[in-house]
């Protein structure tokens, strides 16, 4: 029987240098949600179908996104480099650690990179990554 994983150890890392690659682990995280793959399917119904119900067909995999969360630390050199790899638009290696040795591996596109300012609570961080290519998982 398997033991169950738990968040402790967790971590988000992004490529700060590509060669060779060096990961830099993001700090003030404390949540990483991957979202499933996702098969595409186009629509070939046409006017002709005789019972009127819609066909489809499979295409590509759309392999998902990461919605990453955190305290905000302004100033911290780590959310200042991935916030300049948002604003060049550029697709990076990226990792998410979680257990003591297992990982999910993949390109991402940082989509957006919020602050949010609660009242009379911290400060937080919300980055959400599309996926872009196959995910790797160790």
Do not use: H, W
């Not at 992004?14 to 990483?32: E, N, R």
């Not at 046409?46 to 990461?66: C, E, H, K």
């Not at 919605?67 to 050199?77: I, M, Q, R």
Request: proline content about 7%.
């Amino acid at each position: 029987m398997s033991t169950p994983i738990t968040g402790i150890g967790a971590a988000f890392e992004f490529a700060t240098v590509l060669s060779p690659t060096t990961f830099t682990t993001l700090a003030g995280v404390d949540t990483i949600t991957p979202s499933g793959d996702k098969v595409v399917t186009e629509k070939t119904t046409t006017m002709a179908t005789v019972d009127g119900v819609d066909t489809f067909i499979s295409s590509t995999q759309d392999p998902g996104a990461f919605d990453v969360k955190g305290f905000f630390l302004p100033g911290d050199t780590t959310q200042v480099a991935l916030e300049a790899i948002r604003l060049s638009g550029a697709a990076v290696p990226m990792k998410a650690t979680y257990g003591s040795s297992n990982s999910i591996s993949f390109t991402g596109i940082i989509e957006s990179l919020t602050p949010t300012f609660p009242l009379e609570k911290p400060a937080r961080l919300d980055i959400k990554i599309k996926v872009s290519g196959p995910k790797v998982y160790v």
